[in-house]
């Protein structure tokens, strides 16, 4: 069919529609498949594991948690201006419109097939989802050429128009009730095990009664979030194993119930993500329930030369931390309940690692499937061929969060306060100066372990006019926290965290 007279801006519209109606039928079929199947998700994936880290870096410094949100709008405005041109070129030429839409499915198509534990019903969305848009696009074409004849444009628009929004609205029901197919059943109907070693009680006094102060503990819904994930894995307790083979004497395969019944550790344990900027809130505090990695490390055998334990999530994500450090008696656990409910889904349901004094990149596998003890010689982890360093034990640093940076306190006693962290070291002292003069030492408050940051306070008689307020911290090994900066790549943030008030 010869589409010459149509319009081009015509057929950007009727573009939009297509690319609209593939992507709900793909959510349509997603509902089968799986969410992480639908087209959106997978090629969203593939650039979340392709992009440099630079963009990585920008994406995290930029929209924090918010990062992957972000990439899918992104993709879709992408999607939507790709949609627009082939649509435009089909007016001169409908193959041209076609072999468009083709690359758009071939290319979510591959995106599914290369995913780990891919199957063939992962390719159905972007299959179906193609076929179906392009039928939309040489239907709606047809249309406007009928319309065109009779002078009747707007019923053209209007009709693309409707096609957009009613694929617009079978997409989110699509995804709608994908997301309700999760398990957030079976995450409700579980039990935690009474631990066999509590936690030990959080003293008086280590949380400050300051506003604008951090908690000690930050509540589940406000722990930081940082994966790869734009689909975060639905993974039933019920089928749930957990495999430690590679260079072992005894390889082990466990089951949740089997994982519930052994003895038990409950710990507050800070975790901190590498992309954490100086003064940034990448970082936070659970009571976390699990069950310790060195007692099954210690069943498993590890044979001489397994450096390193590879830690595999269902996704195929991985991270690599050391034998050494894992068995070295800190408590490393595989985790299930964090705050007193079991982990919730977006952090990791049913079992995490949870690796006090290690960035997560190189400890913290959420959705955990696999242990495998190997060598960093023979296998390097998710992060380490993209730039970051193997091995990334946490460095000591500290942060100002009140005053915040830019305000305007009053005059007089005015209380700074924020918090320190050098996970399995502990903190000894926290220092505060005011405009280069000499630093003051700040009060601590009290810890249930030196697995947990520190909260600090420290009260400064504020004269009017413009400051400028840093922070530094000591750990218990007699290391004060560097003032070099240094950006979070390759294996974390330095610097002294610096702030700005103007005091009335």
């Excluded at 210690?298 to 450096?307: K, L």
């Amino acid at each position: 069919m010869n589409n010459a007279r149509i319009p081009r801006r015509f057929g950007a519209v009727a573009g939009l529609a297509a690319a609209a109606v593939a992507l709900g039928v793909a959510e349509l079929v997603a509902i089968f498949s799986g969410p992480q199947s639908a087209p959106l998700v997978v090629v969203g994936d593939v650039v979340v594991d392709s992009v440099p880290k630079s963009v990585k870096n920008f994406a995290v410094s930029t929209f924090g948690t918010h990062d992957k949100t972000a990439l899918l709008i992104g993709t879709t405005i992408l999607l939507a201006a790709f949609a627009a041109l082939i649509g435009a070129l089909a007016t001169r030429d409908q193959r041209l419109g076609l072999g468009g839409i083709g690359v758009f499915g071939i290319i979510g198509i591959v995106a599914a097939a290369t995913r780990p534990n891919a199957g063939p019903g992962s390719l159905f969305p972007s299959l179906l989802g193609a076929v179906a848009g392009g039928a939309a696009m040489v239907l709606l074409l047809r249309r406007h050429e009928a319309a065109s004849d009779g002078g009747d444009r707007r019923r053209f628009l209007m009709e693309s128009g409707g096609v957009l929004a009613g694929a617009a609205v079978v997409g989110l029901v699509g995804r709608h009730i994908t997301d309700r197919q999760n398990v957030s059943a079976a995450r409700s109907a579980l039990t935690l095990p009474t631990p066999a070693s509590p936690a030990p009680p959080v003293p008086a006094g280590a949380s400050l009664n300051v506003p604008g102060s951090t908690g000690f503990v930050t509540p589940n819904n406000d722990f930081y979030r940082i994966d790869t994930s734009l689909s975060v894995p639905q993974v039933d307790p019920a089928t749930w194993t957990l495999r430690i083979h590679g260079r072992v004497r005894n390889p082990m395969t466990l089951t949740f119930n089997q994982l519930l019944a052994r003895p038990t550790i409950e710990r507050y344990i800070t975790l901190s993500c590498v992309s954490n900027e100086v003064g940034g809130n990448l970082i936070s505090t659970s009571r976390f329930l699990g069950v310790r990695l060195k007692d099954l490390l210690e069943e498993a055998g590890p044979m001489d030369g397994a450096d390193q334990v590879v830690g595999r999530a269902v996704d195929g994500f991985t991270t690599g931390s050391p034998t050494e450090v894992l068995m070295d008696g800190r408590d490393a656990m595989l985790a299930f309940g964090m705050n007193g409910k079991p982990l919730p889904i977006e952090h990791g349901f049913p079992v995490r690692m949870v690796v006090p004094g290690l960035y997560g990149y190189v400890s913290a596998t959420k959705w955990l499937a696999e242990l495998e003890l190997t060598s960093f010689s023979d296998f390097s982890a998710y992060w380490v061929p993209r730039g970051w360093s193997q091995q990334a034990p946490i460095k000591t640093e500290s942060r100002i969060d009140t005053p915040r940076d830019g305000s305007s306190p009053r005059r007089g006693q005015v209380t700074v306060a924020g918090v320190a962290w050098a996970q399995h070291r502990g903190i000894s002292k926290v220092e505060v100066r005011v405009d280069q003069g000499p630093w003051q030492q700040a009060t601590l408050a009290a810890v249930p372990s030196v697995d947990t940051w520190r909260l600090w306070s420290w009260t400064w008689p504020a004269t009017s006019g413009d400051h400028q307020l840093q922070v530094r911290a000591t750990d218990n090994a007699g290391a004060t926290q560097t003032a070099d900066e240094a950006p979070p790549d390759p294996d974390g943030a330095t610097g002294w965290h610096t702030i700005n008030v103007s005091v009335n």
